[in-house]
């Protein structure tokens, strides 16, 4: 059984003229634990509102998503929540760490919503997630204090800290030069792989889609997958997407 | 650049490029995070079998502990962080506290004051007044010192712990411009402290001066005035003609009143009885005075009257009432103090509470990427509401009880007391009352001006939240 399916999703949003506006189109796709799947796309494709379904934050227009075995459309919003609190870790193109906390206690944060011993031992986890991530000297660290880099480190350390089973990277090399993103990616696909949880990247960068096992292409709102290293050795990325 | 094709070069290499990158303007860091090499888990926070993620978790128990202590660490790490912008929110319900808890704790002072003044122009509740029964048949009171026996008699059956007897004569004193009259109150030691006579000269009359030859006396302030405020460590005497002239000792002088009431001493009944002789004293206007517990006194009332007409009969008028100010009747008389004094806290703690909501409101806004970010991470709809709310509830209170300590300091510093209450006796201790409702207060105020943010972070769309 797969970790997450979406079954024939689609998701439309109405135009202030009443028009609808269909963004994602008919999308089919099982994520299975331990996976690795990247997903391109030009600017507006619909990449970011798949992101959201993924990561149990919006509901689909019609179509299902199964997380688990169980349908989302029979989930409360609180069980919602919890789940992807649970099972979902984010990473996001522009880090998104809370200003004025530590990198430690930024990493905490998603242990503040878990309960019994990850909530009581949170300090002693999101330390020891920092130290896997290689930033154990910088732990008392504010983010504007820390490089581009850094701070996606303590972004993953972040999304990881609560043993997600699904880790969502919406962007994670966007706001970072290409060196500093190699590392990052090296560092979250390691990471991932060690954890066993799935990673789902979404990127234009094709040179990221790369890394994954299965490669995706989100064109207007139409998922279909695609061989992202052919791709590579014929032509520029651009010229790709 | 082709930074997938590098990335098992020489960590050396990976330098060269960083001052040409965003990362400039951190080299040591980029550089660090260049290098640094990749761990093996350390622990279980990461390396979980993949046997174990095809399982879904479990939450364990005890969330409803941790969601609580969670709540409450945001709300505390959220005042902390901003402290700044909080205590410049708070310091308008600090002051509103402080400003609530000072004038209810003044008020309790002043009230004091006001009991006080009542209690010494009437008497303590409940006292209990009784006069000689008055029979029609015969058209003649009953002998005061035979009634007075009647009383000793039920006050010890009874067990009253206050009583006095009461006369009230006069007599005429030898001063230096002459001989005046003065009100001469005859009375048992205990009328003191049941009509909190405040003493400011020497001392009240004891059960020693009973035996004193010559009368001891405490003469109220106009007197003193007239006898030219002699020191009573030197033991002046005056001398009062009634049936006798007698030589008394003034062992006190009374606190002065604001209104003239004339010149009075106060002496124990049998140095009275011995200064006007038994008839003049039998026939001066006498009454018996009894204080007793509030919840007793009605009964009290109607067994008197009952054992007063065992005794004198059934066709006497026998008059035993209540004389304390609160048998008065009406409303309370300082009830409209309590009103005011109220409805000014409140208005009080009313703008603190809108300048806090304002505050929040505008911090919420500010605050939506942040709660996007926890939305993403789990928290739910509710916990979000209670963490907002509580952010608000505990930066109040905390506020709140500054506020207090700050009331404490004022109301118990001996100046303020002085001007807010100069005659107070039994000075009220820092009234319990005025720190829960000011604490009480400071919490609601938080609940109030935290539910408007509250509900707006509750609102905030987690995707609209992220990309804003």
Known sequence: ?241 | MRWFRKKNRASGDAATPEAATPEAAAPEAAAREVATPIDPPATDVVARPASDLAKPKREPRGSLLSSLVGSVVEAWDEVRINRTRVLLSLIGIGVAVCALATVVGAGAVFGQSQTEEYEKQSARPATIMAYPPFSPTTNEQADSAQFFELMDTLVERYQVSHSTSIRRGSASVQLADGTQFTAVLAIDVKYGVMHRLDVAEGRWLTEADEQRLAPSVVINDELYEKLGRPDLRTHPTIELSADTVTTAVVVGVLAPVPYSSGLSISVLEAPYRALVGSTAANEAEASFELWVPEEQSSQLVEILDRDMRAQYGDDVQSNVNRSDYLAWGGPNPLEPLQWVIGGIAGLILLLGALGLVNISLVTVKYRVREIGVRRAFGATAGRVFFAVMMESVVATIAAGVIGVAISIAIIQNPAVQNLIAPSVQDLPPYPLEAALIALAASAAVGVLAGLMPALVAVKVKVIDAIRY
């Open chain 1, 1 to 241: 059984m797969p970790l997450l399916s979406l079954e024939g999703v689609t998701r439309s949003v109405e135009l202030p003229d009443f028009s609808r506006l269909d963004i994602l189109k008919g999308v089919d796709l099982d994520v299975e634990v331990g996976d690795h799947i990247s997903i391109v796309g030009r600017s507006g494709s619909g990449k970011s509102t798949l992101l959201n379904l993924l990561g149990l934050i919006d509901n689909p227009t019609t179509g299902r998503i199964v997380f688990d075995g169980e349908p989302l459309e029979k989930l409360s919003g609180g069980k919602r929540d919890r789940k992807r609190g649970r099972d979902v870790g984010f990473i996001f193109q522009q880090f998104n760490l809370l200003a004025g906390r530590t990198a430690l206690e930024n990493v905490m944060t998603p242990l503040l919503y878990a309960s019994g011993r990850q909530f009581w031992r949170r300090r002693v986890l999101a330390a020891e997630m920092l130290d896997r991530v290689g930033l154990s000297e910088r732990m008392t660290s504010m983010p504007d204090k820390l490089s581009g880099g850094e701070q996606q480190r303590v972004a993953i350390a972040r999304a990881l800290v609560r043993s997600p089973r699904l880790i969502l990277a919406d962007e994670p090399t966007g706001a970072l030069d290409v060196e500093t993103g190699a590392t990052v990616m090296e560092l979250l696909d390691t990471v991932a792989e060690q954890s066993g949880a799935a990673l789902i990247t979404i990127t234009h960068d094709p040179n990221v889609a790369a890394l994954a096992r299965r490669h995706y292409r989100l064109d207007n709102g139409v998922l279909s997958a695609i061989d992202v290293r052919r791709m590579l050795a014929t032509s520029l990325p651009e010229a790709a997407l």
